[in-house]
């Protein structure tokens, strides 16, 4: 059974840090691309940062380049978001994905808060 877990979110004052994890199981972790979304009320889903499966490249969307990090640990099967100099932006659910390439395999969390604000 696939299980994904987050854990890190909570409530951090604008220019302070957070690291997000999400622990896996259940599946081959490190062929997975893996993923974190978020989403504000009212708004939709959108994607922050992926690393990918092989090589370890990475994207990240336009608005945390600079300060957030994506990065995994295949022997934990963990994928990690280092996110500094927070916004109240920021706030949001943020989700972990693993998505098999070119299938329809693709796994969410049950998502963890992230809360900025003084």
């Known amino acids: 059974q696939v299980h994904l877990v987050e854990s890190g979110g909570g409530l951090v004052q604008p220019g302070r840090s957070l690291r997000l994890s999400c622990a896996s199981s259940?599946?081959?972790?490190?062929?997975?691309?893996m993923s974190w979304y978020w989403q504000a009320p009212g708004k939709e889903r959108e994607l922050v940062a992926r690393?990918?499966?092989?090589?370890?490249?990475?994207n990240y969307a336009d608005s945390v380049k600079g300060r957030f990090t994506i990065f995994r640990d295949n022997t934990k099967n963990t994928v990690y978001l280092q996110m500094n100099s927070l916004k109240p932006e920021d706030t949001a659910v943020y989700y972990c994905?693993?998505?098999?390439?070119?299938?329809?395999?693709?796994?969410w969390g049950q998502g963890t808060q992230v809360t900025v604000s003084s």
């Open positions: 994905n693993a998505r098999l390439r070119d299938t329809s395999f693709t796994y």
């Open positions: 259940g599946f081959p972790f490190s062929q997975y691309d």
């Open positions: 690393i990918f499966a092989f090589g370890g490249d990475t």
